[in-house]
């Protein structure tokens, strides 16, 4: 099992990822907008059931390749952490576009099709996957037991950490999206805080060592 005190470091790292804004946020906020509350929950479901997705195929793809490749985990590891850098570029880059101008005239759809756009905003999103590989591999050791497990208790995590989160934001959708648009100071220490955090991932992952 994952020992308690990395488990904490994961659920905070899963915070400060879920406070992130990207598509997720974006559409969840619009549909909410746009359609009101209960189709941003519906949307929500959906974004959920994508997060589990790619769960499961991470989980049981990061076993077969740590059993199956010699020196796996130090390539895993490392590409995880020029990718998380590569995350903490994009948030230190200057002039990008205010994540929270969002779309609120998005065409009212019935609750199947909300969830299925916010399922498919997940699914055929390969950065969510590469996420995953990228961070998972910092916290799984396999001398802690079975690979899948850990896992499976990382995406269990990050899942409902994710799903806290993007409730808040749908239930308070129009006063963060007025608020951040007033207040675009705020989105840029966002960026440079959330920069330095993918930067110390990053580290943390590129030293750590399999046990």
């Not at 895993?76 to 995350?87: D, I, M, N, R």
């Not at 994009?90 to 994540?99: C, E, L, S």
């Not at 950065?127 to 916290?139: D, G, M």
């Amino acid at each position: 099992m994952i020992p308690i005190q990395e488990l904490l470091l994961f659920v905070i790292a899963s915070i400060v990822l879920a406070i992130t804004p990207g598509p997720n946020m974006i559409y969840l906020i619009s549909r909410t907008l746009s359609q009101g509350k209960k189709a941003g929950l519906i949307s929500l479901v959906g974004v959920i059931f994508g997060f589990l997705f790619h769960i499961i195929l991470v989980s049981f793809g990061l076993t077969a390749v740590l059993f199956a490749i010699p020196y796996a985990y130090t390539i895993l590891k490392l590409t995880g952490a020029l990718y998380l850098v590569y995350l903490a570029f994009q948030a230190f880059k200057p002039n990008g576009k205010n994540i929270f101008e969002v779309e609120q005239t998005l065409k009212k759809d019935a609750p199947h099709k909300l969830f299925t756009i916010g399922f498919l905003t997940n699914v055929l999103n390969p950065k969510v996957a590469v996420f995953y590989l990228s961070l998972f591999p910092q916290f799984i050791k396999p001398a802690q037991g079975s690979i899948v497990l850990q896992s499976l208790t990382l995406g269990s995590t990050q899942l409902l950490v994710s799903f806290l989160n993007n409730l808040l934001i749908i239930l308070f959708a129009a006063k963060l999206a007025s608020f951040f648009q007033k207040k675009p100071f705020w989105v840029k220490i966002q960026k440079w805080f959330m920069g330095s955090v993918l930067l110390f991932l990053a580290a943390k992952m590129a030293l750590s060592k399999a046990k």
